[in-house]
Nanobody, 115 residues
Framework: QVQLVESGGGLVQSGGSLRLSCAASGSPFNINAMGWYRQAPGKERELVALISSGSGITYANSAKGRFTISRDFAKNTVYLQMNSLKPEDTAVYYC?????????WGQGTQVTVSS
């Protein structure tokens, strides 16, 4: 099992920045990928950014140029630096870890961007 603890969400004004963190514990070995998804009210969950051992880094078009994903291997932590935030970025952000091809999800952290 892998436990994920997310932090860093909150309320920010349009144009502001937030940094999300997701720390993996339990059995954080053989991790194939770590990343972030988000789900806005009434919408499906969507990929924001992903670091994969096979495919490298993938960003959603909406995140390119504004968000940066990074991973600290020693701390088993993945980060999402979000700059130039827009009201349409408002959503619950979920951390996802894939270990030995099994997905694990965090509990989600709310990001609200006011206009």
């Amino acid at each position: 099992q892998v436990q994920l603890v997310e932090s860093g969400g909150g309320l920010v004004q349009s144009g502001g920045s937030l940094r999300l963190s997701c720390a993996a514990s339990g059995s954080p070995f053989n991790i194939n990928a770590m990343g972030w998804y988000r789900q806005a009210p009434g919408k499906e969950r969507e990929l924001v950014a992903l670091i994969s051992s096979g495919s490298g880094i993938t960003y959603a078009n909406s995140a390119k140029g504004r968000f940066t994903i990074s991973r600290d291997f020693a701390k088993n932590t993945v980060y999402l630096q979000m700059n130039s935030l827009k009201p349409e970025d408002t959503a619950v952000y979920y951390c996802k870890v894939v270990r030995s091809d099994n997905p694990y999800w965090g509990q989600g952290t709310q990001v609200t961007v006011s206009s």
